[in-house]
Every structure is written in C-alpha cells, then in structure tokens.
C-alpha cells in the first residue's frame, strides 16, 4: 500500500523522487556524523584491525563502481524518465502555441505506451555481481560505512545506514516482486541479499 501511495503521488518521476529521497536521508546521516560529534573519541581499534577495514572501504568504493556500470544509469536515477516527460509536456505547450515544427526533436524521444510491462522495459539485472548478490550497491555502501567506522560518530553512521538500507530494501524487494512476478522470486531465492553466502543466479 505504502508502495502505491508513493507512486501515485510521484507518477512518472517516482524513481527520481525516491532516489532524491535516499540522498538526501543519506546525506543527513553524514552530516549529522560530521556536527553532531564535535569532540569524538576515536576508539582504541587495535592496529592490526586498521589495514583491513581500510581494506573493506576501499573494496566497498570498488563494488560500487562495478554494480552502477552494470545499469543504464540514466534510467535506475530517474533522469530518463523524467527527461521524457519534460520534453513532451514542452512539445505540446509549443504546438499548441503554433510552433509545431520546432517541437519535432521532443517527439523523436522515445515514449513507450502504457500497456508495455516494466519488467519489459528494464529486465531483470543477473549477471555479472548480480549473480552473487541482488543488492551489490547497498552491500557496496554498508561495506564503506563500517570500514571507515573508527570512532563512535562513525559507528553510528554505519549503525543507521545500515538499518536505513535493509528497511528501504524491505520495501524495494516488494516493487521487484510487483514488476517480475515470478522471475524475481525465483532470483531471490538463489541469491542473497547483501552477502554472497548460497549459489548464485545464472546470467542467461
């Protein structure tokens, strides 16, 4: 229900709503970690902890950027979506101001009707990390906030990002399951979520 209602009040731009969102939900979270802590303590982590949490941050920064190169990144923001729509609204604000044939370019953007499945237009991601994990960005991010977690401000970030990221996941695993039905299902249940523990996906 809570899915629904926050479509129906975005529309076409929910995707793009809903990332802005997490941004900035995000974002608060690194704020408040920078101000809210003026005088935090470091804690004793033993020195030989120090190189591998190091190392899980930097190979966090590296899934990120492997998992977004794996999306049509224009499409997972939003951006597509919404390109789309600003085009089209300005091309008929312009043929109906007389202007018709400048606003051919808007009508060359691709719009497809509305009887055409989501699942149709942005399949299914399995292969490459995906075969191995069904959220490697969250698994990417909570791998950054806990390697970098060497005072209490810090681990207090990576405590509310991490229960920030398996609650919103809660909820996008219920619209993954509302686009691919049974496909979904299926890759849910031979890959985990966050931790490459079980089988994998396969690609094709």
Do not use: C
């Not at 729509?85 to 808007?106: E, F, K, L, N, T």
């Not at 390697?147 to 990002?161: H, Q, S, V």
């Not at 523990?197 to 396969?202: S, Y």
């Amino acid at each position: 229900k809570a899915i629904r209602s926050f479509d129906a009040a975005f529309g076409k731009f929910a995707r793009i709503a809903y990332n802005l969102i997490a941004a900035v939900h995000l974002g608060a979270i690194l704020f408040f970690e920078w101000r809210g802590f003026p005088g935090k303590v470091a804690f004793d982590v033993p020195l030989w902890l120090h190189a591998p949490m190091v190392a899980v941050q930097v190979a966090g920064w590296v899934l990120l950027f492997v998992a977004l190169v794996q999306y049509d990144l224009g499409r997972f923001g939003g951006l597509t979506q919404a390109r789309v729509i600003v085009h089209r609204r300005g091309s008929r604000r312009m043929r109906g101001a007389g202007y018709g044939p400048m606003a051919g370019a808007a009508r060359e953007l691709p719009e497809p009707p509305p009887d055409i499945p989501q699942a149709r237009l942005e399949p299914l991601v399995t292969h490459g990390i995906h075969r191995y994990v069904r959220h490697p960005l969250y698994s990417a991010m909570m791998m950054v906030f806990w390697g970098r977690a060497f005072d209490e401000a810090a681990l207090m970030t990576a405590a509310w990002g991490t229960l920030y990221l398996v609650i919103g996941t809660h909820f996008e695993e219920r619209k993954l399951l509302q686009i691919y039905g049974a496909d979904y299902a299926r890759y849910s249940t031979a890959v985990p979520r966050f931790l490459p523990l079980r089988g994998r996906a396969r690609s094709g």
